[in-house]
């Protein structure tokens, strides 16, 4: 499960809408929680670091690649104030929050993958997805987008 305050929501929501009609992507992050990878664990982050979407074989409307540079200082932050990253976020322009076998191909294991369908500029339908344990597909975890304090499952 993976839970989401509004505003977080709303970060990846305003995300998604500024980079149409490309994907954006970014982490989130949050402590980590003591069950992290298993189908009970209730992934709580407490923010959403955006990056640029570094994809540079082609068009960057239904692909996404973080500059490994990036993902490395944005780790290193995180790391610096007690953080991990617990999964990834990124949009879907003008097709359905489902995850594709790119998608699949690049996942790793144990994150949540939030992925936010993006028509026309108005970001729509939001999905969460965890890989399989043989890594074949991804199976759709809950959404829930609720206040929460840290340290509390809701
Ligand atoms: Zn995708």
Known sequence: ???????????????????????????????????????EAAVVPVEAAALDNAWGEGPRGNRYAFDPRALLAAERDLDRRGLAVLGVYHSHPDAPAWPSPFDLERAWPSYAYLIVSVRGRAPGEARVWTLSPDRRSFLEGDLRVAQTVIGETP
């Open 1 to 39: 499960m993976l839970v989401l305050s509004p505003a977080l929501e709303a970060a990846v929501r305003a995300h998604a809408a500024r980079a149409y009609p490309e994907e954006c992507c970014g982490l989130l992050a949050g402590p980590l929680p003591d069950s992290f990878g298993t189908p």
